[in-house]
């Protein structure tokens, strides 16, 4: 039984199902061959993308790649900082140009020794006339170490220099010492010759070691330019060429305006290093440093030669380089020049006059209210100089400085009232005195009786101010009670001379423009005060950002003084590639039967009676706001504010129909308010009517 049971198991174990596998097989099969066929389409598909791109690097884009292999082969660099663009006025004649300066300058080849810098020191010393008066002494020991250093060690004694042995001196207070013990004696051995030869050496050493040094550059006469290049071989590292440098066809005429570059020997100017390295310059590239010339430096600023450093160490030109874009300012520079003459003439008048001690200065802006282009913008400061006087230019602070404007404003606080419904087109108030219990009585300057509100600006009355303030700030005024008012009412009244311009930065480019002072106090009386101009600051450019706005109909546009871009070519201003179209910041919120109230008031302020009567002549039918402003100075300098003075402001334009044109006049502390006499400088209004009239006289 056993062995049956055996082998009946092992005849079904052995029986295979092989039709089953062959199934399986043919299957595995197919599956196989059809991975090859998809394997053999991707590489076929591999091989033609391989094929193409070898085709376009070697055929279609051959000369390319050629080219890019050899430029990443050369060692290019690149030459001196190129000339900068030309500045023109805005009917393009010409402000700002470069001439050609010849140059010497030396830079420092590695395989020259000191012994060699001495030699040659003393051969250009014989070839160029070299004014060292700035040799100092120290300057001049070194030098006569640098050609006695043995005797130099004598002046060190054996134990000095056993401390230096013992690192109790270093080698800097051992080089101290015999600086210190060079003898005078030892110095007056040294002639005219030597002096020359110890500038040019110190000349030759001092910054960078690796940096372009210039040994002269002014004054240089053709003999000694000529020998300077023809003894290059010789005088290793001392090169010559041309440089270039800024010319200004009219003088000073807005010359701080314009700008400052830095020189070939300074370079990147170190505040702003950072600044221009990460744009891509090196540190000996000349730049603009300030205003016009800083502000648009991308426009102004050349492309430079490139060169390719050959292996037997000489140069060949690959590129040329170009002089940078040139700028159109919107100024007239003619009228600029009479504005600042008209200043000078002016403030020399004004000094003249009583009570006008502290007076030192003024502002104007002319410009174009319908674009925000600046015509003509000048400050002009005055210092007494023993029995005379000094003319000194003060023109950045229109974007800076600030004053306390006055009545001038008085325009925005209308619309103020307005807006917030507590003051009616036409509606009569009576000019009275308001009293706030334990603060002095504040008026108008005059009582006007009963005004409206074109003639509360006609007049400048502060009380109809006053009491459109109590009523933003939801006062409850009674003469000579405690008045409470609504804090928000200053953010009320911010806000709508914001829309104007006033206390906000009006986007002039020019760079460092000031915001003025905004007052933290918000007691009722500085409330009062706010809304007739007499609590905040703001700069003259923000007041010509204002009086162009109400000009305008209501559009705040930003200051200007670019106008357009011309790429640099021979044959002049031909080809524009970029013109500044008028930036709108804002429209005031408000009616247009608001704005047109306060416009109708400040036609009245120019007309007979009015405050700004004689500030525009009558004839180009003029419309503007005067303001005179009480403020605090330190009167000796001290530290200590203690002079209360009056400063005078004008804003307007003209014609009052269809305005072209918007005139700023500032004069700060024309006199002080506790003066000997009540006499008071009109200063402010002459230089109005002169510049007004000369506007005028030039564009007919």
């Given at each position: 039984?056993?062995?049956?049971?055996?082998?009946?198991?092992?005849?079904?174990?052995?029986?295979?199902?092989?039709?089953?596998?062959?199934?399986?097989?043919?299957?595995?099969?197919?599956?196989?061959?059809?991975?090859?066929?998809?394997?053999?389409?991707?590489?076929?598909?591999?091989?033609?993308?391989?094929?193409?791109?070898?085709?376009?690097?070697?055929?279609?884009?051959?000369?390319?790649?050629?080219?890019?292999?050899?430029?990443?082969?050369?060692?290019i660099v690149l030459g001196p900082s190129a000339p900068r663009g030309r500045i023109y006025d805005r009917h393009h004649r010409l402000i700002v140009d470069n001439k050609p300066v010849k140059v010497i300058y030396y830079k420092k080849l590695s395989d020259v020794t000191r012994q060699e810098e001495l030699e040659m020191a003393y051969k250009v010393a014989e070839i160029l006339?070299?004014?060292?008066?700035?040799?100092?002494?120290?300057?001049?020991?070194?030098?006569?170490?640098?050609?006695?250093?043995?005797?130099?060690?004598?002046?060190?004694?054996?134990?000095?220099?056993?401390?230096?042995?013992?690192?109790?001196?270093?080698?800097?207070?051992?080089?101290?010492?015999?600086?210190?013990?060079?003898?005078?004696?030892?110095?007056?051995?040294?002639?005219?010759?030597?002096?020359?030869?110890?500038?040019?050496?110190?000349?030759?050493?001092?910054?960078?070691?690796?940096?372009?040094?210039?040994?002269?550059?002014?004054?240089?006469?053709?003999?000694?330019?000529?020998?300077?290049?023809?003894?290059?071989?010789?005088?290793?590292?001392?090169?010559?060429?041309?440089?270039?440098?800024?010319?200004?066809?009219?003088?000073?005429?807005?010359?701080?305006?314009?700008?400052?570059?830095?020189?070939?020997?300074?370079?990147?100017?170190?505040?702003?290093?950072?600044?221009?390295?990460?744009?891509?310059?090196?540190?000996?590239?000349?730049?603009?440093?300030?205003?016009?010339?800083?502000?648009?430096?991308?426009?102004?600023?050349?492309?430079?030669?490139?060169?390719?450093?050959?292996?037997?160490?000489?140069?060949?030109?690959?590129?040329?380089?170009?002089?940078?874009?040139?700028?159109?300012?919107?100024?007239?520079?003619?009228?600029?020049?009479?504005?600042?003459?008209?200043?000078?003439?002016?403030?020399?008048?004004?000094?003249?006059?009583?009570?006008?001690?502290?007076?030192?200065?003024?502002?104007?802006?002319?410009?174009?209210?319908?674009?925000?282009?600046?015509?003509?913008?000048?400050?002009?400061?005055?210092?007494?100089?023993?029995?005379?006087?000094?003319?000194?230019?003060?023109?950045?602070?229109?974007?800076?400085?600030?004053?306390?404007?006055?009545?001038?404003?008085?325009?925005?606080?209308?619309?103020?009232?307005?807006?917030?419904?507590?003051?009616?087109?036409?509606?009569?108030?009576?000019?009275?005195?308001?009293k706030i219990a334990a603060t002095p009585q504040k008026c108008s300057w005059r009582y006007l009786g009963r005004i409206d509100d074109i003639a509360a600006l006609k007049y400048s009355s502060n009380s109809y101010q006053f009491q459109t303030a109590i009523k933003v700030g939801k006062g409850n005024y009674q003469y000579n009670q405690p008045l409470a008012i609504d804090p928000?009412?200053?953010?009320?009244?911010?806000?709508?001379?914001?829309?104007?311009?006033?206390?906000?930065?009006?986007?002039?480019?020019?760079?460092?423009?000031?915001?003025?002072?905004?007052?933290?106090?918000?007691?009722?009386?500085?409330?009062?005060?706010?809304?007739?101009?007499?609590?905040?600051?703001?700069?003259?450019?923000?007041?010509?950002?204002?009086?162009?706005?109400?000009?305008?109909?209501?559009?705040?546009?930003?200051?200007?003084?670019?106008?357009?871009?011309?790429?640099?070519?021979?044959?002049?201003?031909?080809?524009?590639?970029?013109?500044?179209?008028?930036?709108?910041?804002?429209?005031?919120?408000?009616?247009?039967e608001y704005l047109k109230r306060v416009q109708e008031g400040f036609r009245q302020v120019l007309l007979s009676g009015g405050t700004g009567f004689g500030y525009m002549p009558l004839e180009v039918k003029p419309a503007g706001k005067t303001g005179t402003s009480e403020s605090f100075i330190d009167s000796d300098l001290d530290g200590v504010v203690d002079l209360e003075t009056?400063?005078?402001?004008?804003?307007?334009?003209?014609?009052?129909?269809?305005?072209?044109?918007?005139?700023?006049?500032?004069?700060?502390?024309?006199?002080?308010?506790?003066?000997?006499?009540?006499?008071?400088?009109?200063?402010?209004?002459?230089?109005?009517?002169?510049?007004?009239?000369?506007?005028?006289?030039?564009?007919?």
């Open positions: 039984m056993k062995k049956l049971f055996k082998k009946s198991r092992r005849k079904k174990s052995i029986k295979i199902n092989y039709s089953y596998y062959s199934k399986k097989y043919r299957n595995i099969k197919e599956i196989i061959e059809k991975r090859y066929s998809i394997l053999i389409g991707i590489i076929i598909f591999l091989n033609f993308i391989l094929i193409t791109n070898l085709f376009v690097i070697q055929v279609v884009r051959n000369e390319h790649y050629i080219n890019r292999v050899k430029l990443l082969n050369q060692n006339d070299v004014d060292y008066s700035n040799l100092s002494k120290r300057n001049l020991k070194e030098f006569w170490l640098r050609n006695n250093p043995e005797k130099g060690k004598e002046k060190i004694t054996d134990e000095e220099w056993k401390k230096l042995e013992e690192r109790k001196l270093t080698l800097d207070d051992i080089e101290e010492l015999k600086l210190e013990r060079i003898t005078d004696e030892e110095l007056n051995e040294y002639g005219e010759l030597d002096k020359e030869a110890a500038y040019i050496y110190y000349l030759m050493n001092r910054g960078y070691y690796y940096s372009e040094k210039i040994i002269k550059k002014d004054n240089i006469t053709d003999e000694e330019y000529a020998k300077i290049s023809e003894n290059i071989d010789k005088l290793r590292g001392f090169n010559t060429r041309l440089d270039w440098e800024r010319v200004y066809p009219y003088g000073d005429t807005f010359r701080t305006i314009l700008g400052k570059v830095s020189t070939s020997e300074s370079g990147l100017p170190y505040e702003l290093k950072d600044y221009y390295l990460a744009k891509g310059y090196s540190l000996d590239d000349r730049v603009g440093i300030s205003y016009l010339e800083y502000q648009y430096e991308d426009y102004l600023k050349g492309e430079k030669n490139q060169y390719e450093l050959l292996s037997d160490g000489s140069y060949k030109l690959i590129k040329e380089g170009k002089r940078g874009n040139d700028i159109v300012l919107t100024i007239d520079i003619e009228l600029q020049r009479e504005v600042e003459k008209i200043l000078e003439e002016e403030l020399i008048a004004a000094k003249k006059e009583p009570n006008t001690e502290y007076y030192n200065r003024s502002f104007v802006i002319v410009s174009d209210p319908k674009t925000g282009e600046i015509l003509a913008m000048a400050a002009k400061q005055i210092v007494q100089d023993g029995d005379d006087y000094k003319i000194y230019d003060y023109t950045p602070g229109i974007i800076s400085s600030t004053v306390v404007m006055g009545s001038v404003v008085k325009g925005a606080s209308n619309i103020v009232g307005f807006n917030q419904g507590v003051l009616e087109p036409g509606e009569i108030r009576d000019d009275f005195c308001i928000q009412a200053f953010e009320i009244y911010r806000n709508t001379f914001a829309e104007f311009g006033l206390g906000v930065k009006t986007k002039i480019d020019l760079p460092n423009e000031g915001l003025g002072y905004q007052g933290i106090s918000t007691l009722p009386g500085h409330l009062l005060d706010f809304s007739i101009g007499q609590y905040d600051t703001y700069t003259p450019i923000q007041l010509a950002q204002y009086i162009n706005t109400i000009a305008n109909g209501g559009y705040r546009i930003a200051p200007s003084l670019l106008k357009s871009v011309y790429e640099s070519t021979k044959d002049g201003l031909t080809n524009i590639i970029y013109n500044k179209e008028p930036e709108v910041l804002n429209k005031i919120s408000t009616k247009e009056y400063s005078n402001t004008f804003a307007g334009y003209a014609p009052y129909d269809d305005p072209k044109v918007t005139f700023v006049i500032i004069s700060p502390d024309v006199a002080p308010v506790y003066a000997k006499s009540s006499y008071r400088t009109n200063v402010n209004q002459r230089i109005s009517y002169k510049v007004s009239k000369k506007f005028f006289e030039i564009y007919k």
